[in-house]
């Protein structure tokens, strides 16, 4: 049995939960992450979207990101918490963005995505992989 995975917004207003682990988890320095993350790239798990329990409105903005994807990205419209995207290319997933984590330990990414974005002082692990843009697809584990 797998312990569920959950978050909030700042505020409290919004709150998810996962019964299952993530099918990976990702750091992002895309330019879009960079506004939503303060400048950093921005720290993502990814799960099947069916597999996601939601209390709480959110609010979402629709763009077109840099791989050529719509993009819906989730927020609550209280307190601005960056929650969740998902992408026209495999809407059958959703990404988390970590800082609405309870436990924050188990945002620790597994690989970086996007390099080619970052400002030149932009921080990744030289262990870990890397991607300088859009990376295949992630398949459910
Ligand atoms: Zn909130
Ligand atoms: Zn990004």
């Not at 330019?31 to 950093?40: E, F, K, M, T, V």
């Not at 929650?83 to 945002?107: C, H, I, K, N, Y």
Request: glycine share 8%.
């Amino acid at each position: 049995m797998t312990e569920s995975i959950t978050g909030a917004c700042f505020c409290g207003s919004i709150r998810f939960r996962f019964n299952q682990p993530p099918v990976a988890k990702r750091a992002c320095w895309c330019r879009d992450c960079q506004y939503l993350s303060a400048g950093n790239a921005s720290i993502n798990l990814i799960f099947p979207l069916a597999s996601r329990e939601l209390e709480g409105e959110v609010r979402d903005y629709v763009s077109l990101s840099d791989s050529g994807n719509t993009m819906r990205r989730s927020f609550c419209p209280h307190c601005g918490t960056p929650l969740f995207s998902t992408s026209s290319s495999r809407p059958e997933m959703v990404v988390v963005r970590a800082g609405a984590l309870d436990d924050r330990e188990l945002g620790k990414p597994e690989g970086f995505i996007w390099t080619a974005s970052a400002p030149s002082w932009g921080l990744t692990d030289t262990d870990l992989p890397s991607c300088p843009n859009q990376p295949p697809p992630v398949a459910a584990r």
